[in-house]
């Protein structure tokens, strides 16, 4: 019975290059929230994701940060030409969507260093 | 704009004392809430939840409470256990299938 699944946990990146950061949610599970956590500070939602659908990406930075959800294989976070203020921690969390029960299960997290 | 606030960074019991964090909002279409907590380099796990129809849900040693008038909630640990050492996050929802929205977080240490 595997939880949220996140790869890489750790991820380093030069200045310029980009970013890719993989979540594989809980079986059963075709539901897709992506947040990031700054030094200091709490949870901040990105992006949420149905199997190939953008659900709401209000906030997502409109500039170099996309996502996505196919219909076979993980949901994909990616940051293109990374700057030093990327670094953060990103945690993907999955829901099977219950009314009445809307909890989200949450990976381990990667951590981005953007050197 | 902070929709959901989290006034104490942090918190300090003794081992066998009550826990209380707290939270307050500002969205009153807010309707769903939950505590989670979380450790160092691991993701948030779920603790407890509640629904704006209620005023309390206890689970085991954790009860959360909900004043609706006030926007406040909060989250009581009795008896406190150094393993509850971490940090809490209060996150609320404001419609079924939105997303969640988080405070800053309370670092608990609990002392043995």
């Known amino acids: 019975n595997a939880g949220v699944m996140q790869n890489p946990r750790h991820l380093v990146r030069r200045r310029g290059q980009e970013a890719r950061l993989r979540c594989s949610p809980m079986?059963?599970?075709?539901?897709v929230y992506w947040y990031r956590q700054l030094p200091e500070e709490g949870l901040k939602f990105m992006v949420y994701l149905q199997k190939e659908n953008i659900i709401d990406e209000s906030g997502m930075p409109k500039e170099r940060f996309s996502a996505e959800f196919p219909k076979e294989g993980p949901s994909i976070l990616r940051i293109q030409q990374v700057v030093r203020g990327d670094s953060a921690a990103y945690f993907c969390?999955?829901?099977?969507?219950?009314?009445?029960?809307?909890?989200?299960?949450f990976g381990s997290g990667t951590q981005l260093s953007v050197l | 704009d902070q929709q959901v606030k989290q006034n104490s960074p942090s918190l300090s019991v003794q081992e066998g004392r009550i826990s209380i964090l707290n939270c307050d909002y500002t969205n009153s279409m807010f309707d769903y809430f939950l505590w989670y907590k979380k450790y160092p380099a691991e993701g948030p796990t779920f603790l407890i939840s509640i629904s704006s129809i209620k005023d309390k849900n206890e689970d085991g040693r954790f009860t959360v409470f909900l004043n609706k008038s006030a926007k406040h909630l909060s989250l009581h640990i009795v008896p406190s256990q150094p393993g509850d050492s971490a940090v809490y996050f209060c996150?609320?929802?404001?419609?079924?299938?939105?997303?969640?929205?988080f405070g800053a977080g309370t670092i608990l240490r609990v002392k043995s």
């Open positions: 996150a609320a929802s404001a419609e079924y299938g939105n997303k969640l929205v």
């Open positions: 969390a999955s829901s099977p969507l219950v009314q009445g029960d809307e909890k989200l299960f």
């Open positions: 079986k059963g599970h075709s539901h």
